[in-house]
């Protein structure tokens, strides 16, 4: 269902744009297991039925949990590609706190490595440049790790331009994830910048409609007259907003999984698409 979405290629991985984010597969807090384990790894395997081969993770969602939720409902992955995070310490529920002290990452990298099963992370990114050390640092850090095969690509969580360039002196950047959806712009600049030197852009919280499409919301009427759910006009906009969008939407909903999905094969009319450009403007 997910081939509409169009594929991307970063670093020497072509997948479909549409992915999946597993920190919802998490227990409250993104911290723990979640109420139903089995429905966890049900989504997992169901959205690889669907057609994802994208998957984002970190080691910091349960901590540990997804991602050994993500091996056992997966592996073997075939051609899905597991993208992880480091970078966050967890201290307890929807607390997080930068930590990239190059000691560190490597022993996340390798424990990632355990987790999930793999010999070498398809995609592996700093969760956060940690401010209280010299950013330098973290992306040697990131080099080391791609130079010694411990890792096939190197992106970046949460950066603005700068940060992205100062990286790129020192090791090749694949992918950059920032928060980005309908209503929230802030990384533009950073998605342009992308674009013009061809680096897959992830937007986390890409769907983000709760108080969009609210009852009289900026996203209602539009939901209204075009027969489209709100997640449906997220993705598909995001989608259609750029070549290097790979949007990863969230859910522990086998529902709400399909209905993300199906905004891969939704081509929005232009009078839809300056509507939903206006919302954020």
Not at 250 to 271: K, M, Q, R
Request: glycine residues 8%; proline residues 6%; hydrophobic residues 40%.
């Amino acid at each position: 269902m997910t081939a509409g979405s169009g594929t991307f290629t970063y670093a020497d991985q072509t997948i479909r744009r549409l992915g999946y984010g597993a920190m919802r597969i998490t227990g409250p807090g993104v911290w723990g297991y979640p109420d139903d384990l089995e429905n966890a790894r049900a989504v997992l395997r169901r959205a690889v039925e669907l057609g994802v081969d994208f998957i984002d993770t970190a080691d910091s969602y349960g901590p540990h949990v997804s991602e050994e939720l993500i091996r056992e409902a997966l592996h073997p992955y075939g051609n899905v590609r597991i993208a992880t995070k480091a970078g966050q310490l967890r201290t307890g529920p929807n607390q997080w706190v930068p930590c990239g002290r190059p000691a560190y990452l490597r022993q996340q990298c390798e424990l990632s490595l355990r987790r999930l099963g793999q010999e070498s992370l398809d995609l592996f990114q700093l969760h956060r440049v940690d401010p209280t050390m010299d950013a330098d640092e973290q992306f040697g850090a990131l080099a080391d790790l791609l130079r010694e095969g411990k890792v096939r690509a190197i992106g970046l969580s949460e950066v603005s331009v700068e940060n992205i360039e100062r990286a790129r002196a020192i090791v090749p950047i694949a992918t950059v994830q920032n928060l980005y959806n309908l209503g929230n712009r802030q990384s533009e600049s950073v998605l342009e910048y992308c674009e013009r030197e061809n680096i897959g852009f992830i937007p986390w919280f890409p769907v983000a409609a709760g108080q969009l499409a609210r009852a009289g919301g900026p996203l209602d009427e539009i939901v209204r007259s075009s027969g489209y759910s709100a997640a449906h006009l997220s993705l598909a906009w995001l989608l259609q907003r750029s070549p290097v969008i790979m949007p990863i939407p969230g859910t522990a909903s086998l529902a709400h999984l399909a209905e993300n999905c199906e905004a891969a094969d939704i081509t929005l009319a232009p009078d839809v698409v300056s509507a939903l450009d206006r919302i954020g403007a």
